[in-house]
Structure formats: structure tokens, C-alpha cells
């Protein structure tokens, strides 16, 4: 069955660092890909998504790419603050299914230091 | 905006009660999911359901049902809660060929 594989955490940064959040899939077909985030005591916010190859998403400085040859959707951003600081999820939706439900990876938790 | 509302956020139990966790979304979706979200697993399917009355088993169905009367509702049983069972659980609605919407997240506690 399809799934995600997310870089483990936690990733601590400075603020103003880079960050990079790698994410790779395995799918039958092409799915699509999204990256969710989840602040301390909320649930999750659909961050970015791309639909199908060479696709990029982007949303509040984040960016990711969707990379057929790479199986890989990883998550950038220039310059973290301290309000970035939450647990990020790589999921994929197949193409199969009556529902269409989401593959999610473990998360990578993030905390940036002032 | 869709707004998708959990009862509770948060809950303790005791071991062998039955529990009731409610979600509702407010814009006639026809997909509803619940997940439970645990450190290091991320979050895993538990049951879904594509319209009224309608349900499917998600990946990790064992000590769980569902009941879903009407379409704006969707309800997560615990019949006989277990400790294994303590955990935050998400629902999440969404109309086909469009994105989720999660709710905050139920975390539940069972003694």
C-alpha cells in the first residue's frame, strides 16, 4: 500500500536558520502530496500541496516540489521563526479508494530558538 | 470556512467505560475520517465513512466503531476503553477533490 517517510525529529533551529524536512512516498500511481502543520494544542492546517510532477507548493515562506524521479516532496523554508515551531506531516492521497483517505508520515517535530 | 468542531479537548476515562467521542463539520461533506495520533507514528486511519450510514474500516479498526445518523455527524465509540486506547484523536471531514479539514483533537486519557 502506499506509503510516507518522513525525516525523524526533533529538528532544532536558530531563528533566521534553514530548514529542510525531507519526504519521501511510495505510491501506486500518481498521488497527491501535501505537507500539514500542527501548533501546540491544535490540530492539523493544511500548510502546502502539489498535485502532480514538478508541481511546487508554497505558503508563508514554505516551499516543497513534488519530484517523480525522487519520490520525494521535501519541505523548505530560508528563514525559520520562532513562530514556525509546531510538528510537520508529509501525507499522500492515491488515486484509489472510495474516500480517498490520507497516508501520513510519523511528523518532525521543529522547534526554533530565538 | 468549514469549521469542524470535537466535543471534548479533553477527556479521562476509566478502563472498560464506553466512550463517546462526537465530531461535527458544518458543510455537507460527505467524507469524515477519525485518526488517532500517537508520538512516532504519526497519524493512523481508524475508521472513515463517505456518507450516512455508510462506514469503512481505516488501518487500526480493533476496539473501535462508528456511527454516523446523520451527515454532519460523526461518532467514534470506544466500547470497552483500554490504557492502549489513551491517545489524541483527529477527525477530519472533506468533499471529494478537496482538501481536509481537521478538527483540534480530542486527547483522551484512560485509568
Known amino acids: 500500500g502506499d506509503s510516507v517517510t518522513q525525516m525523524e525529529g526533533p529538528v532544532t533551529l536558530s531563528e533566521e536558520a534553514c530548514l529542510t524536512i525531507?519526504?519521501?512516498?511510495?505510491?501506486?500511481?500518481?498521488?497527491?502530496l501535501f505537507w500539514y502543520v500542527q501548533y501546540p494544542g491544535e490540530g492539523l492546517q493544511l500548510l502546502l500541496k502539489?498535485?502532480?510532477?514538478?508541481d511546487k507548493g508554497s505558503n508563508k515562506g514554505f516551499e516543497a516540489t513534488y519530484r517523480k524521479e525522487t519520490t520525494s516532496f521535501h519541505l523548505e523554508k530560508g528563514s525559520v521563526q520562532v513562530s514556525d515551531s509546531a510538528v510537520y506531516f508529509c501525507?499522500?492521497?492515491?488515486?484509489?479508494?472510495?474516500?480517498?483517505?490520507?497516508?501520513f508520515g510519523s511528523g518532525t517535530q521543529l522547534t526554533v530558538l530565538p | 470556512d468549514v469549521k469542524v468542531t470535537q466535543s471534548s479537548r479533553y477527556l479521562v476515562k476509566r478502563t472498560g467505560e464506553k466512550v463517546f467521542l462526537e465530531c461535527v463539520q458544518d458543510?455537507?461533506?460527505?467524507?469524515m475520517f477519525w485518526y488517532r495520533q500517537d508520538p512516532g507514528l504519526g497519524l493512523r486511519l481508524i475508521y472513515f465513512?463517505?456518507?450516512?450510514?455508510?462506514?469503512e474500516k481505516g488501518d487500526i479498526p480493533e476496539g473501535y466503531s462508528v456511527s454516523r445518523e446523520k451527515k454532519e455527524r460523526f461518532s467514534l465509540i470506544l466500547e470497552s476503553a483500554s490504557t492502549n486506547q489513551t491517545s489524541m484523536y483527529l477527525c477530519?471531514?472533506?468533499?471529494?477533490?478537496?482538501?481536509?479539514?481537521f478538527g483540534s483533537g480530542t486527547r483522551l486519557t484512560v485509568v
Open positions: 477530519a471531514s472533506r468533499r471529494p477533490n478537496y482538501g481536509y479539514t
Open positions: 525531507n519526504c519521501t512516498y511510495t505510491a501506486t500511481g500518481y498521488p497527491s
Open positions: 502539489a498535485t502532480k510532477a514538478d
Open positions: 501525507a499522500s492521497i492515491g488515486a484509489s479508494g472510495s474516500a480517498r483517505q490520507l497516508t
Open positions: 458543510m455537507d461533506h460527505e467524507n
Open positions: 465513512s463517505y456518507d450516512v450510514k455508510m462506514k
